[in-house]
């Protein structure tokens, strides 16, 4: 019965997974903390899988990432890549993103695009936002350092086979795949939704929260005499009292103590609140917010504030900032804003102080979109210096002269000693997750080995496909993986679908390489939905899309890129 005990144990992690109500994180450390307690694993087994070389390999990059990102090279090309015929513009954007997808972290080249497309005016940002996004997944298909996915698969492999894959041999395949792809990504781009900030129709604003003191004296007079019928840019939508919802609001409703105001409209207009005596704006007093510049952010998927309320985290003492309002994708939020649980990808509207950009946790929290603050970046010598330094990392790890991890351990070490980035932001934003993530789901894998679970799960794939051969058996790794991206996150789906695909290739007794292709692949094929990839829900908000807009152009991209990948792989790596 182990083996079974295993397999039900991992269908149950699966279904942790896809509800959500897990972090996958806490789900896979605590899976792999079963499996050391029942002796599937023994403890210095289960440790060397935290330090799996390629695991350590993508935490490096990571790292230097963080130096990367802040490079002035990317916001002179999202200055410069939107300029002349809309169509041209769009196949520039998707074309740069691809090529610095496949060495940078995309979520940083998104991040650096996002703010310049979301304030430019020439062309409708929702036009531009998921091709920006799917445009990062294609480029980092085609090198090792392009995604964290083909990293995790690294891991995997070098576990399973004692061997690393090369920097570029994603490169054959993924390349025409990308190529392919983005040609029909582009023809797609025309059916995506046209919300131009001009359209006051179709314009999604925020919700501005106000308090009514218990001293008003606007208390017990009407909502017309008190002039909230006649403000300038704003619409009083609702009224929350004591529990209940007053929508719509009647020009004759007179106002309580404790009744909070729910205002939508054009949000640089915010100033009407301040004629108001004895109306707080979240719970602080409208003067002192408005005194402060006006900073719209997305919650990162680092954020520490995911599935937070602000009221839970008292965002004003951690940020110094307040919080004016709140949207999410195409939908409005009701109620008060401080007992609306947060998500990655949120939009922010935030009143900010002076003290705002000294606060160290800005980078790991938010992605910036628009509003006077902004980032430090490189000095033109410090970003030659670190951009040279990576190129020559990835150079001479291609041509085998030195290992990848070592030359970026030097290349971070050099950051480090030239001040470029300091052990305090290392510190910060170090991906503690992901490495529990990785090395939990390694620890798991080596399990499934020990128990005859991985036995059991190639003799199940052998007699599903006997009928139809390996190529069908290469197929249904694919599209588990698939499924299982776009179900859960893009690592965990790596993480759950490598042992099978590396079991499957052993049952056919046939190389095992085209399946952990399968797996790379398949991981990224993220297109359908913006829930399971960190980069569709930075852009899920500012773009104001519904869901069924990603589904619209992700289904005939999805198709085309998988059929890429189902013709082209056994080609170049044959079975």
């Known amino acids: 019965m182990t083996p079974w005990a295993v397999l039900f144990s991992i269908a149950v992690l699966l279904l942790l997974l896809i509800s959500g109500k897990v972090k996958p994180a806490i789900a896979f450390v605590t899976l792999a903390g079963l499996f050391l307690l029942f002796g599937f694993v023994d403890t210095s087994t289960l440790l060397m899988q935290y330090t799996n070389p390629a695991l350590a390999t993508l935490l490096l990059l990571l790292m230097v990432s963080l130096a990367l990102e802040r490079s002035p090279l990317l916001d002179w090309l999202s200055r410069h890549l939107l300029k002349g015929h809309p169509r041209l513009a769009t196949a520039r954007l998707m074309g740069s993103t691809a090529v610095l997808s496949a060495f940078l972290n995309n979520t940083a080249v998104v991040a650096a695009f996002l703010g310049a497309i979301s304030r430019q005016q020439r062309i409708a940002p929702s036009r531009l936002l998921i091709p920006l996004s799917y445009a990062s997944i294609l480029g980092g298909i085609t090198t090792l350092v392009g995604t964290s996915t083909n990293l995790v698969v690294n891991s995997f492999n070098l576990s399973a086979s004692g061997s690393e894959l090369g920097v570029f041999q994603f490169s054959l395949v993924g390349i025409p795949v990308a190529l392919i792809t983005l040609c029909v990504l582009l023809w797609r781009a025309n059916a995506l939704p046209h919300h131009r900030l001009e359209d006051t129709d179709e314009k999604l604003s925020y919700f501005l929260a106000a308090d009514v003191e218990a001293d008003s004296p606007m208390i017990g007079v009407s909502i017309e005499e008190n002039g909230l019928r006649s403000l300038n840019g704003l619409y009083l939508l609702e009224i929350e009292r004591q529990g209940r919802l007053i929508s719509p609001v009647a020009p004759d409703e007179r106002l309580q103590a404790a009744d909070t105001l729910v205002f939508t409209g054009e949000v640089s207009k915010v100033q009407a609140l301040q004629r108001f005596p004895g109306l707080n704006l979240f719970g602080h007093q409208a003067d002192n917010l408005l005194a402060t510049n006006l900073v719209e952010v997305v919650i990162s998927h680092e954020s520490e504030l995911s599935d937070k309320t602000l009221q839970d985290v008292d965002f004003r003492s951690m940020f110094s900032a307040g919080v004016v309002g709140i949207r999410r994708g195409g939908k409005r939020l009701e109620g008060q804003l401080g007992k609306i649980p947060l998500r990655v990808g949120d939009c922010l509207l935030l009143a900010v102080s002076a003290d705002f950009r000294q606060h160290r946790n800005i980078d790991r929290n938010f992605h910036l979109l628009s509003g006077s603050f902004k980032r430090p970046q490189l000095t033109k010598n410090e970003s030659v210096m670190t951009l040279g330094g990576f190129a020559s990392v990835i150079a001479l790890a291609t041509a085998n002269l030195l290992p990848l991890f070592h030359g970026l351990l030097l290349l971070l070490g050099g950051l480090l000693l030239l001040k470029v980035i300091s052990l305090a932001e290392l510190r910060r934003r170090f991906p503690f997750e992901l490495w529990l993530i ?15 679970a991985a036995a059991v799960l190639a003799e199940g794939m052998q007699w599903m496909f006997s009928g139809y051969g390996v190529y069908a058996a290469f197929i249904g790794c694919y599209l588990l993986t698939l499924l299982l991206t776009e179900t859960v996150t893009n690592n965990a789906a790596a993480a759950l679908a490598f042992p099978i695909a590396w079991s499957t290739a052993q049952a056919f007794g046939v190389d095992p390489m085209p399946f952990v292709m399968a797996v790379a692949y398949g991981a990224s094929a993220c297109f359908l939905i913006p829930f399971g990839y960190q980069t569709h829900l930075m852009v899920y908000s500012p773009g104001r899309y519904k869901i069924t ?27």
């Open 438 to 452: 990785i090395g939990s789901a390694l620890g798991i894998a080596q399990a499934m080995e020990n128990s005859g």
């Open 549 to 575: 807009d990603f589904f619209k152009i992700g289904l005939p991209v999805s198709i085309t890129y998988s059929a890429a990948v189902l013709v082209i792989t056994p080609m170049v790596f044959p079975f």
